[in-house]
T-cell receptor
């Protein structure tokens, strides 16, 4: 596809379950970013990959959050032992390189019951 | 810490008039600034950007102004159209990494 694709669009999980969110970036985009957006707020940075290398994970809120991009294309954000405060929209973005704008997917809305 | 602030949660403008959205930032290391537009249930869509070496960038009806001394960014939309109604996010970064967003301004353009 032409844009960033995220799946699933919606995810409901019970507290304590593990979840995995997938991001397919635009083909050829070197950089990939994950953001968390709470209701009524702007996106907040979680982590950043350049190809398969995770260059910055300073925004991950706890060690329950883990992201990977093993082959430098598709990325997965995993949240272990989910808590209610993890409920948010998780956005993925990609860009060709620095100094190019990031292009966002439509996000995954995660609800923890 | 809120490094990027959009102090107006909402703005209402008449069709055909100018819309001015404002953004302030605190980190003097930011060198790349962007505006995104967001419709409900969609991801943010890139609108326009400016690097710190410029003070103005124009693309059709959209112009972004950067005042580095004041650490202030603004987006001008002229003329405003009803289809411009959306939430607008200001974002800033160092070399397009670790982008920081404001909380957004909801623009309503009335016919």
């Amino acid at each position: 596809g032409a844009g960033v694709s995220q799946s699933p669009r919606y995810k409901v999980a019970k507290r304590g379950q593990d979840v995995a969110l997938r991001c397919d970036p635009i083909s050829g985009h070197v950089s990939l970013f994950w953001y968390q957006q709470a209701l009524g707020q702007g996106p907040e940075f979680l982590t950043y990959f350049q190809n398969e290398a995770q260059l910055d994970k300073s925004g991950l809120p706890s060690d329950r959050f883990f992201a990977e991009r093993p082959e430098g294309s598709v990325s997965t954000l995993k949240i272990q032992r989910t808590q209610q405060e993890d409920s948010a929209v998780y956005l993925c973005a990609s860009s060709p390189d620095n100094w190019q704008p990031q292009h966002f997917g439509d996000g995954t809305r995660l609800s923890i019951l | 810490d809120q490094q990027v602030k959009q102090n107006s949660p909402s703005l209402s403008v008449q069709e055909g008039r100018i819309s001015i959205l404002n953004c302030d930032y605190t980190n003097s290391m930011f060198d790349y600034f962007l505006w995104y537009k967001k419709y409900p249930a969609e991801g943010p869509t890139f609108l326009i950007s400016i690097s710190s070496i410029k003070d103005k960038n124009e693309d059709g009806r959209f112009t972004v102004f950067l005042n580095k001394s004041a650490k202030h960014l603004s987006l001008h939309i002229v003329p405003s159209q009803p289809g411009d109604s959306a939430v607008y996010f200001c974002a800033a970064s160092e070399r397009n990494n670790d982008m920081r967003f404001g909380a957004g301004t909801r623009l309503t353009v009335k016919p």
